[in-house]
């Protein structure tokens, strides 16, 4: 059974840093897409980063570009996402997926997907 738990979410004012994590069990994601959505309130969801887990190719959204980073850890099977200089409009529930082939950027292409864990960005 295919799990994935984030974690590290919270409260920050503005300027400040996060570091999210996604813990990944239950089969082998050697071949897979691992991405970084991320929901507000009332909106949709919506991409946020994506690393190939074969050669850790990445790739960001325009808003996150230069802030964010995205990596991996083989041998822990996790997927981090670095968040600096975070700001107000970044405050949203953040959400792990995991995708059997190579990265794409719409959130309902993707096969598995963690529980989200909130953050919050104060001005």
């Known amino acids: 059974q295919v799990q994935l738990v984030e974690s590290g979410g919270g409260l920050v004012t503005a300027g400040g840093s996060l570091r999210l994590s996604c813990a990944a069990s239950g089969r082998s994601f050697s071949r897979y897409a691992m991405g970084w959505f991320r929901q507000a309130s009332g909106k949709e969801r919506e991409f946020v980063a994506v690393i190939r887990w074969t050669n850790g190719n990445t790739y960001y959204a325009d808003s996150v570009k230069g802030r964010f980073t995205i990596s991996r850890d083989n041998a822990k099977n996790t997927v981090y996402l670095q968040m600096n200089s975070l700001k107000p409009e970044d405050t949203a529930v953040y959400y792990c997926?995991?995708?059997?082939?190579?990265?794409?950027?719409?959130?309902?292409?993707?096969?598995?997907w963690g529980q989200g864990t909130q953050v919050t960005v104060s001005s």
């Open positions: 997926a995991a995708l059997n082939r190579y990265p794409v950027l719409v959130p309902d292409e993707y096969d598995y």
